[in-house]
């Protein structure tokens, strides 16, 4: 605009020619414009630009204020500065016109500091018309007023505060005056009713954005409800805020409007509260009622004009203090009992309602509850410092295995380079993309390996990251026994967290660290005893060591499970008849002739399985060879005896192909033991069985019959050995180990086919390439070479920590893809599989039905049949504490709160905790018929912490015997089964109401495979332990939950009854 332009060019002559004068004739003012400034541009001025025009515009645009005196003369104040609440934005003034405001603002303090407290009459003015805005919106008195209400709280309740404050308004600052500048400011507004608008709005004045700071409620109060409920929890600052001079307290308030009431446990009296509205302004208030937002019968409010019964209301004077009483009924259990109450209050000055809302909050609490508050705050773990060292010292390696014969070649190490890593951290934000790419890998058998090398690396550099969260600093090493040795105190080594093994290595720096010629030195685990390892160093380091001396500890992990992978799944494209063991199409099936016919009867080890059709025609099959060189598959539900078959088909193979050599794998060392204890129950098999462990593995770790048997790889002393691979080929026709180490076999070089069968149960577990590491090195399909996997798809996959990884696909396990993949592997147009290549196994021998019912139906689509012994299954249906005769399975809802605490990302719920404590007594200590003894309840969490911390308590009650109750993960507990079931589920919001809660975020629980293994564990009696509100949010948990939460109980214990008696 050529008017203002021009006008602010004047304002800068004006300031270096009159030495920042600010007052002038208006006269004076347009000859100065007219004469001197008109000749010192000698390009003339602007188009347009009478000295009437741009002082027109100059004063619109609030730089100026002409200001009419007595006298009848006219004086111009001179006024320029940018403003966050009005007039002219800094954002748009230029680099002239903000210098422009540091002269006239300075010249302004500079003439005016006697009297203005350093402002002149304009600023002052602006100054308290911005502090009356702030306060305006403190209070909420930003709507509709009169302008006689507004002059009242200027002169009153805000000059008031000022006092408070120790502070005065600034002189020539009456309400008319101010009201002037806000005018002109147009941060207020006269309709033509004279009624007065707020119309500035600054969110970091009111503390709430732009939000709206009321909701118009319709008179119906279930929608009424219902609207609250919605609005609550995205505008719950503005609920709990005491506005309008009304303010709610109680001697229990908490922060963010929560009153919190602990009752101790066993109280039999109510807890009564007071609550006190307080009317400190100076205006009257109609209190109107006071709502709870969902029934709770624990809580009762009371008054004493029955306003919250909704009876009548009552005005509450300037000044004055109206109590409502809260009563709280004793509470059973240690559930919390949450439920927002609103208090609905009317401005008698011009009728405007509003609410301010309190969280109430109300649990039993014990020495049990007290005993688990966080040790300390939260605090995310934030990884170790930047690896800065000068020099590195090698430390001393354990002693090698005293006889080792076997053959273990060179691996390649299999590094990732610097573009896989720059890569892979771009596909962390280009998931879909990356999705893409190996998808068409994924259809090419020979880019096979590519595929799984590149999301190999990237776990791998998850893994990098995740273990420096355990790194440690200022730690103290301590003095062995071994006077060559150190030991170091690992926090969560006994839970794995992290992983040390023997034989791993980690680093020690001297501390602090990051000084010049700083040297690191390298340990090596000699020993893992529960939380603590004993490592070994070079020399230097022990002649520095003094007790009490600091060191920063940075651990490691080890390579040797990813070096075999990378190796096994590069040698796949390289293997004859590969395709047709890994990608199997119906060309594949019946390729080599059966080594029998798979309808003949066998002489079964194990005479159950001959009257169980299915897990007989496994067997046959098996036996058979009928889908070779493609896979079998043993698809084998919860409980219905995977791993018998398996080893049945073992026996079987062993007896009726006597030159047969069987590899029997599985993901896990317990699992892989599981396979050899039923293997050596025959006399006959158990000279043929050798159970090979990794040189990590303790022999303290093995199940005693293993140990008696003499079949494992270690001496009298304990040590671990190998013996070479002649030995192994003339003494053993079975080896059991599991799928990593079977890679050490894989590098010595048996004759191809010297392995007729490998067998990998649990096979679902296993990550692709992990089940790779024996079929790649040791299976020869071109000779006729068997693959058999067992598992079930439905229940847990591999652990891994890669977004990237898991995304593209590497949590798929071999099994997993086949059945979905690969079409032979799918049921046919009626239901049933090809036989050929696959078996469902569909009877039931764990569990009562009430426990597999929604399992059953959620995963394998109601074909699971019941074959669990009847005294078994039914030996819990008469406990005292079943809220239903007949139907052993429980949901206790718990509305706790999950914690965290140091630097652990893991949940706990103390009031969960306490709650699986008083079932675990009720069961001990039953009465009448039912006994149970520790060793047949098992507790599951998905939460390490909330494990620690059900463990802790254990100890404290049954010192002597507590490890006979079994306490671990979804995972441990994978492939087991016990009498009783308790799974506490954790999650619960903090203080929250999460049914208002859209973006809660479930973690473990949104699993269902985690789901299924978790409930499907128990054999006669299913507890689950949480917040009904939180499981809800998860479609399995949600069916389960209002299974067990249907009013009409009964009818569920004859339905089950009756699916019982048909099957």
């Known amino acids: 605009m050529a008017q203002l332009a021009e006008g602010k060019e004047f304002l800068r002559y004006l300031n270096s020619h009159f030495n920042g004068q600010q007052v002038f004739r208006k006269t004076s003012l ?109 209070q909420r008195l930003t709507t509709v007023v009169s302008k006689a209400a507004l002059k009242r709280v200027y002169e009153v309740p805000y000059t008031k505060s000022k006092l408070n404050r120790n502070s005065n308004r600034r002189p020539g600052t009456q309400f008319s005056q101010v009201f002037f500048m806000l005018r002109r400011q147009k941060k207020v507004r006269v309709r033509s009713d004279r009624s007065i608008v707020i119309t500035a709005h600054d969110p970091n004045l009111s503390g709430d954005g732009a939000e709206e700071t009321e909701i118009a409620l319709p008179e119906d109060p279930v929608q009424k409800e219902q609207m609250l409920l ?9 609920l709990v805020r005491d506005k309008f001079d009304i303010e709610v307290s109680c001697e229990l308030d908490g922060e963010q409007g929560n009153i919190i009431i602990n009752m101790e446990r066993n109280r039999r009296r109510d807890s009564v509260t007071q609550l006190s509205l307080k009317n400190t302004g100076y205006f009257d208030v109609v209190f109107l009622g006071g709502m709870m937002m969902w029934k709770k019968p624990q809580y009762t409010l009371k008054d004493a004009h029955r306003v919250t019964n909704g009876v009548r209301t009552h005005t509450i004077g300037p000044g004055a203090e109206y109590s409502v009483e809260l009563r709280i009924r004793p509470i059973r259990g240690y559930t919390r009992h949450y439920v927002p109450v609103v208090f609905h209050f009317r401005r008698q000055e011009d009728n405007r309602n509003f609410h301010i809302a309190r969280f109430l909050s109300a649990g039993v609490t014990d020495d049990v509850i007290r005993s688990m508050r966080p040790t300390q705050p939260y605090s995310p773990p934030q990884g170790g410092a930047p690896d800065d060292f000068d020099e590195e010292v090698d430390g001393v390696r354990p002693e090698p295995p005293g006889r080792n014969g076997l053959e273990m070649g060179r691996l390649d190490q299999y590094p990732i380079s610097h573009d896989v890593r720059r890569q892979i951290r771009a596909d962390n934000q280009n998931l879909d993309g990356l999705r893409t790419q190996l998808s068409i890998l994924f259809g090419t058998f020979q880019e096979y390996g590519t595929r799984f090398g590149k999301l190999l690396h990237a776990e791998e550099i998850q893994m990098e990251v995740d273990i420096r969260m355990y790194d440690l600093e200022r730690t103290v090493m301590g003095r062995d026994s071994n006077p060559r040795l150190l030991t170091l105190q690992v926090p969560g080594l006994a839970e794995n967290r992290p992983s040390v093994l023997k034989g791993d290595h980690l680093f020690a720096y001297e501390h602090p660290r990051g000084q010049v010629g700083t040297t690191r030195y390298k340990g090596y685990v000699h020993h893992v005893e529960l939380n603590q390892v004993k490592l070994g160093f070079h020399r230097r380091l022990l002649d520095r060591y003094l007790p009490g001396k600091t060191f920063d500890v940075r651990f490691t992990f080890s390579r040797l499970p990813l070096q075999l992978q990378h190796r096994a799944v590069r040698t796949v494209p390289t293997r004859n008849m590969m395709e047709q063991v890994l990608f199997p199409e119906d060309s594949s099936v019946g390729l080599f002739p059966t080594a029998r016919d798979p309808d003949e009867d066998l002489n079964f080890f194990d005479r159950m399985l001959r009257e169980n059709e299915e897990q007989n025609q496994a067997v046959r099959h098996i036996v058979a060879g009928t889908s070779r060189p493609a896979p079998y598959l043993i698809f084998g539900p919860p409980g219905t005896g995977k791993t018998m078959t398996t080893v049945e088909a073992i026996k079987q193979v062993y007896r009726l192909h006597p030159k047969s050599v069987i590899l029997a794998c599985a993901p896990s060392n317990s699992a892989a033991d599981l396979l050899a204890q039923r293997i050596i129950r025959e006399a006959q098999i158990r000279r043929s069985l050798f159970r090979m462990n990794a040189p990590s593995r303790s022999s303290n ?24 691979k002649e030995e192994i080929m003339q003494k053993y026709r079975i080896v059991v180990t599991t799928v990593v180490t079977a890679g050490r076999l894989a590098s010595a070089n048996f004759p191809p086919g010297h392995f007729t069968h490998v067998f990998i149960d649990e096979s679902g577990h296993a990550v692709e390439p992990e089940a790779v590491i024996p079929v790649a090195g040791l299976l020869s399909p071109e000779s006729g070479g068997q693959l058999v996997l067992a598992g079930d798809p439905k229940q847990l996959g591999p652990v891994l920590r890669s977004p990237v990884a898991i995304a593209c696909g590497l949590g798929m396990s071999l099994l997993e893809r086949l059945m979905t993949e690969c079409p032979v592997y799918k049921p046919r147009a009626d239901g049933q599989y090809d036989s050929r290549v696959l078996t469902k196994l569909v009877r039931n021998y764990r569990s009562h039905p009430a426990i597999i019912e929604e399992p059953n139906e959620q995963f394998y689509d109601g074909e699971l049949e019941v074959y669990a012994d009847p005294l078994v299954r039914e030996s819990l249906c008469r406990w005292e504490h079943l809220p239903t005769e007949d139907f052993p399975v429980i949901f206790h809802g718990v509305e706790g709160e999950d914690k965290r605490e140091g630097n652990s990302p893991s949940f706990f719920n103390a009031r969960e905790v306490a709650t699986v404590l008083d079932y675990v007594h009720e069961l001990l200590n039953s009465r009448g018929t039912v006994r149970v003894n520790k060793r047949d309840i098992g507790i599951i969490s998905p939460y390490r912490r909330q494990v620690q911390k059900i463990q802790q308590q254990l100890r404290q009650q049954y010192p002597t015997d507590h490890a006979q109750l079994k306490v671990g993960s979804v995972e441990e507990f994978q492939g087991q089964e016990r009498l009783v079931i308790i799974v506490t589920t954790v999650r619960s919001p903090k203080l929250e109401f999460l049914r208002l809660d859209k973006e809660y975020n479930l973690g473990f629980l949104n699993n269902p495979k985690r789901f299924n293994v978790a409930i499907t564990r128990a054999k006669a009696l299913l507890i689950v332990v949480g917040n009904p509100h939180t499981l809800c949010r998860d479609e399995h948990w949600k069916k389960l939950v209002f299974l067990l939460s249907s009013v009409p109980l009964k009818e569920r214990v004859v339905k089950v009854s009756q699916k019982q008696e048909n099957k």
């Open 701 to 724: 770790t093995l199940p005693q019959d293993l140990r008696d048997a003499r079949c494992c790889n270690y001496d009298t002393s304990g040590e671990v050995y190998f013996p070479s």
């Open 30 to 138: 347009r000859v100065i414009y007219n004469e001197q400034y008109t000749a010192s541009r000698p390009e003339g001025r602007r188009t347009g630009t009478s000295f009437s025009s741009v002082l027109y515009v100059l004063s619109q645009e609030d730089i100026i204020r002409i200001v009419y005196r007595r006298n009848g003369n006219h004086q111009v104040n001179i006024e320029y500065f940018p403003t966050t609440g009005g007039g002219v934005e800094t954002s748009t003034v230029n680099t002239q016109d903000a210098d422009l405001y540091n002269i006239y603002h300075a010249n302004c303090t500079a003439q005016t500091s006697t009297r203005h407290g350093g402002m002149c009459n304009v600023c002052s003015r602006r100054a308290e018309g911005t502090e009356f805005l702030m306060f305006l919106h403190e």
């Open 230 to 238: 919605e609005w609550m929890n995205e505008h719950r600052g503005i």
